[in-house]
Nanobody
Framework: QVQLVESGGGLVQAGGSLRLSCAVSGRTNSMRAMGWFRQAPGKEREFILAIDWRDGRTYYTDSVKDRFTISRDNAKSTVFLQMNSLKPEDTAVYYC?????????????????WGQGTQVTVSS
């Protein structure tokens, strides 16, 4: 089984940057993709980006393209989400999640394992 531990959330002013981390351990050879989601109060969980675990292909939604970047270390033990030009509407709890059944997929139900979430708050 895969375990995920997130870190790096916090409070930042609009236009600022934050970097989230997702530490990966366990049976990583079963992973097909890692996705990042966010959920704001009163709203549904929203897919924002993903990386194919085997070939490194990435996919970004229009809401974060050109502002957020996903990367991972060479050992594939940590995934980083660099968030630049943050906006108040980016305020949410951010989650990393792993799919062991499909490559890049936007449906949260296709993800088997979730991190604990980390709060990102962007002030105006």
């Amino acid at each position: 089984q895969v375990q995920l531990v997130e870190s790096g959330g916090g409070l930042v002013q609009a236009g600022g940057s934050l970097r989230l981390s997702c530490a990966v351990s366990g049976r990583t050879n079963s992973m097909r993709a890692m996705g990042w989601f966010r959920q704001a109060p009163g709203k549904e969980r929203e897919f924002i980006l993903a990386i194919d675990w085997r070939d490194g292909r990435t996919y970004y939604t229009d809401s974060v393209k050109d502002r957020f970047t996903i990367s991972r270390d060479n050992a594939k033990s940590t995934v980083f989400l660099q968030m630049n030009s943050l906006k108040p509407e980016d305020t949410a709890v951010y989650y990393c999640a792993v799919s062991e059944v499909m490559t890049i997929v936007t449906d949260y139900r296709r993800y088997n394992t979730w991190g604990q979430g980390t709060q990102v708050t962007v002030s105006s």
